[in-house]
């Protein structure tokens, strides 16, 4: 049988003849379920700087029906991505010598049974797959926008890819009018591009907008693109990294570095994001012939917007100082968010003096919470389920993906006539990839999500844009939990069994978050709350739950035990839900005398390393890797090498999670301090693990 990989061996082999090169050296090996037998339709993927020759400096090989494989490599170090459908996928890092000979076996473990699965989309091959846009057209044409400045469009109908433009400023959405007439944010300005005769390149590049103030920093971005049926549209400013030795090369505007609200606390400004440039921090409206009205201020990173059906906005925020942890945002002109530093461009408010609390009374709170870990890390652009169940049974909720390969659901309701609602986990790795910070729903009623990381974290390239569809199988899962007067109504996709009418298989705990300069914030005042009855409708698909108490303010965290499965036998998807309660039914928002008393806090102990290993992987394999060998540029270490942990006490590794750390050079991103997030006795757990698992 001819291997796949042999005739380029050959032709490489060819190439150096008679030169004084390395011989190549023979990577092999077999993928293989871990189940047994060989895994279907895998695919091996080898990048690394030696193959800089050869096109996005990588190596792609499908693997036979037997599961084997055979790639020629020169000499060097490689990062190697072995995926296959129905499978999670493996990463590993090779290091081969001259004419060195190496096999390795592959086992990729079965995913969760789940009724949606995950599909590479296949870009053109000369695109750098960073994409940070997705669109449709209303005729089904894909556009997708890449980190490196380009915009590309996949015709309805067909396979066949064209660049629309090329050489754009970072962007970061897009919305597609038609197949001739596409409208991109990139950091300078909102683009209209026009493609006048149709053959798939825009000839004419149009400013509509660029009211707001930009910098040379490294960290800063304009977001968006969203559209009313009005025509407006909708783009937001992140803050811009300041204030670590860092000079900002050049300023389009007025420039103030100052911070609306000083910090007087111990050490360096918390997380060092500032609006220094104008307008950096806020929502604008854009209307149809280019008008600028800033519309919402309070922004830390607003990475995604969405609009609902009802054309509301809604932006997505993640953790830092003065927001706690991730959250979705109902947005409405004029209102404030929470980050004071964007206040110094407020026209009412720009010289006033505000305390930390006249902050706090002014903020207006998030609609959800994402607690950090189980709900991600950094919230991409939210979607709207509208493919009228070509999705399953979620139309009219919102899908949200992250920086880290989570996929979440939110189930909003209006309740005193504000936003709340509850948050689920729906995919978790899963063949997902990190960085699915844009996405869109196709007409074939899939989600398309487009991933890029810009580095901060070790994906060796391992991005581009992957399709979720359903199978049709009904999944298990909460499909919606709603307030009542005295606890929560749950219904469920799928009529549940009669483990589903018993309160002790509910657990329910509240806490709450700080909202303050310092970098996210630890759960507060967490609190178990009793589950004091459990009614099941005669359908079995609705479960009122009657709570011993119901304080606003707080995130209710909803945990469903395994007892509790379909009348068909089946255990539900996902167990957790986090409601975030900012308003009881008669529309109260303040917290009253609570009969509950919050646990004490246990002492801290000697750090579990089996409990570190769920937070390892929570909270800090993104960057530093399953493997533990992080990524230099983004300034993760390799805590396998020479200086790694050995090198380092438990009680310096504890200081630098608690703290966060600078980078160290050529790295520019900062170990952010964790001690605001997690507890200390969950520190000493990682620090457990990582002695454990990296000696």
């Known amino acids: 049988m001819k291997c796949p990989g042999f005739g380029f061996l050959v032709a490489l082999a060819g190439a150096w003849a008679g030169a004084a090169v390395p011989s190549p050296a023979r990577f092999t090996g077999q993928v293989v379920s871990e189940g047994g037998g060989p895994a279907r339709f895998a695919q091996v993927r080898v990048e690394g700087a030696a193959l800089a020759g050869r096109e996005n400096s990588q190596v792609l090989q499908r693997v036979g029906t037997d599961g084997a494989f055979q790639v020629a490599l020169p000499p060097g170090a490689y990062e190697v991505w072995v995926t296959a459908p129905d499978h999670e996928e493996a990463t590993f890092r090779l290091e081969v010598g001259a004419g060195a000979a190496v096999s390795r076996e592959v086992r990729l473990p079965a995913l969760r049974r789940t009724p949606y699965r995950v599909e590479a989309v296949p870009l053109p091959r000369m695109m750098i797959p960073e994409v940070s846009g997705v669109a449709f057209t209303p005729r089904g044409s894909l556009v997708v926008t890449n980190r490196r400045g380009e915009v590309w469009i996949r015709f309805a109908g067909g396979e066949r890819w064209s660049r629309l433009a090329q050489g754009l400023h970072e962007p970061f959405g897009v919305v597609a009018a038609d197949e001739t007439d596409v409208f991109v944010i990139q950091r300078p300005e909102l683009t209209r591009l026009r493609d006048l005769d149709g053959d798939g390149v825009a000839e004419v590049q149009t400013t509509v907008a660029d009211h707001w103030g930009i910098t040379g920093s490294y960290h800063e971005f304009s977001y968006g693109l969203v559209r009313d049926r009005a025509g407006n549209f909708y783009v937001s400013s992140g803050l811009c990294s300041f204030g670590r030795g860092v000079e900002l090369p050049w300023t389009r505007g007025p420039l103030r570095t100052e911070q609306y609200l000083p910090w007087t606390g111990p050490g360096a400004v918390p997380d060092g994001h500032r609006s220094v440039a104008e307008f950096q921090g806020w929502a604008f409206q854009i209307g149809p012939e280019g008008t600028f009205r800033p519309y919402a201020s309070g922004f830390r990173q607003p990475l995604g917007l969405g609009l609902s059906p009802d054309d509301e906005l809604f932006i997505s925020d993640c953790a830092g100082a003065w927001v706690p942890t991730s959250v979705l945002i109902h947005v409405e002109r004029g209102a404030f968010h929470g980050h004071p530093d964007s206040l110094k461009w407020h026209p009412a408010l720009r010289d006033q003096r505000l305390s930390a609390a006249d902050v706090s009374r002014l903020r207006r709170p998030p609609a959800v919470y994402l607690p950090r870990g189980l709900m991600g890390t950094s919230p991409g652009q939210p979607v709207w389920d509208q493919t009228g169940g070509k999705f399953g049974p979620f139309t009219g ?280 997030v997690l507890p200390a006795q969950a520190i000493r757990d990682v620090v457990a693990y990582l002695r454990e698992t990296f000696p």
Not at 512 to 532: F, K
Not at 602 to 620: D, N, T
Not at 636 to 645: E, K, M, N, V
Request: charged share 25%; hydrophobic share 35%.
């Open 397 to 676: 909720q919102v899908f949200l993906g992250d920086v880290s390969a989570v996929l979440m659901r939110i189930d909003l309701e209006r309740v005193g006539g504000a936003y709340q609602g509850a948050a689920f986990p729906f995919l978790r790795g899963q063949g997902l990839r990190l960085g699915g910070m844009r996405q869109a729903f196709g007409p074939d009623g899939a989600l398309y999500v487009g991933q890029t990381v810009r580095g901060w974290m070790p994906t060796g390239g391992n991005e581009g844009l992957q399709r979720i569809r359903w199978d049709g199988s009904p999944p298990v899962e909460i499909l919606t939990q709603r307030l009542a007067e005295r606890g929560f109504v749950l219904t469920f996709t799928e009529p549940m069994g009669a483990a589903a009418a018993e309160a002790r298989h509910y657990r329910a705990r509240r806490f709450r978050y700080d909202h303050h300069a310092l970098d996210g914030s630890l759960r507060r005042e967490e609190t178990e709350v009793p589950v004091t009855a459990a009614r099941r409708a005669p359908d079995g698909r609705r479960v009122e739950l009657e709570l011993a108490e119901l304080q606003p303010g707080f995130v209710h965290e909803l945990t469903v035990a395994g007892e509790v499965k379909s009348a068909r036998g089946e255990s539900l998807l996902n167990r957790i839900s986090y409601y975030t309660l900012n308003r009881l039914t008669d529309g109260t928002t303040t917290a009253g005398l609570s009969r509950l008393t919050a646990a004490a806090e246990a002492p801290v102990g000697p750090g579990e390393a089996r409990a570190g290993a769920e937070l390892y992987r929570l909270h800090c394999a993104t960057c530093h890797g399953a493997d533990g060998k992080g990524s230099p540029a983004a300034g993760t270490p390799d805590y396998t090498g020479p200086r790694g942990i050995r090198t380092r006490s438990d009680a310096e590794l504890a200081r630098i999670i608690t703290e966060g750390r600078l980078p160290e050079p050529p790295a520019v991103n900062p170990m952010p301090p964790w001690g605001n």
